[in-house]
T-cell receptor
Framework: DTEVTQTPKHLVMGMTNKKSLKCEQH?????MYWYKQKAKKPPELMFV???????INESVPSRFSPECPNSSLLNLHLHALQPEDSALYLC?????????????FGPGTRLLVL | EDQVTQSPEALRLQEGESSSLNCSYT??????LFWYRQDPGKGPEFLFT???AGEEKEKERLKATLTKKESFLHITAPKPEDSATYLC???????????FGEGTQLTVNP
């Protein structure tokens, strides 16, 4: 099983709303990531969790708040977003084992901020 | 700072017309070079990780190769379903982040 799941698939929210994106993997990966992707651009790293601890925050505005409740789950809490935050939000997980490293992405959540 | 440059930006092929995509990189120490395929509106699909110069990996009509400065993704006898954006990314030995190139948008016409 090489699946990373994300919910919801689509989300429309107003600038005053609070919402959360969810990500789950059951591959035993100990590193999990949030990326933001705009149309026709590559994914941009937002946060990295390693062994359930935040290890990288790419200077992301505080209106994005990540959370890693356990080794299989990753959340991204959204509050007071701006229209320019509309994008595809991707979750990923990775593991290095036996000299081989893989990083799998989920299908993404398409977010529209009105 | 790690840099990844992909070329061409866009490539149109006829079905069956083989070609190659290029990924040039600059990194202080390479931990791995990753290739992904991405369809519109979907998450990137993992294809390969390459680790050292001279390494090659194959999957169906795709073959990835690696040198000390670049990687090639060779597509043999492509089919329309191979149409997608192909992304290359590097991870350096001391880091945990992927640095992506801008991608190559491949279109295969029937």
């Amino acid at each position: 099983d090489t699946e990373v799941t994300q919910t919801p698939k689509h989300l429309v929210m107003g600038m005053t709303n609070k919402k959360s994106l969810k990500c789950e993997q059951h591959m035993g990966h100990r590193a999990m990531y949030w990326y933001k992707q705009k149309a026709k651009k590559p994914p941009e790293l937002m946060f990295v969790y390693s062994y359930e601890k935040l290890s990288i925050n790419e200077s992301v505005p505080s209106r994005f708040s990540p959370e890693c409740p356990n080794s299989s789950l990753l959340n991204l809490h959204l509050h007071a977003l701006q229209p320019e935050d509309s994008a595809l939000y991707l979750c990923a997980s990775s593991q290095k084992w036996g000299g081989q490293e893989t990083q799998y992405f989920g299908p993404g959540t398409r977010l529209l901020v009105l | 700072e790690d840099q990844v440059t992909q070329s061409p930006e866009a490539l149109r092929l006829q079905e069956g017309e083989s070609s190659s995509l290029n990924c040039s990189y600059t990194v202080s120490g390479l931990r791995g070079l990753f290739w992904y395929r991405q369809d519109p509106g979907k998450g990137p699909e993992f294809l390969f990780t390459l680790y050292s110069a001279g390494e090659e990996k194959e999957k169906e009509r795709l073959k990835a190769t690696l040198t000390k400065k670049e990687s090639f993704l060779h597509i043999t006898a492509p089919k329309p379903e191979d149409s997608a954006t192909y992304l290359c990314a590097v991870k350096e030995t001391s880091g945990s982040r992927l640095t992506f190139g801008e991608g190559t948008q491949l279109t295969v016409n029937p």
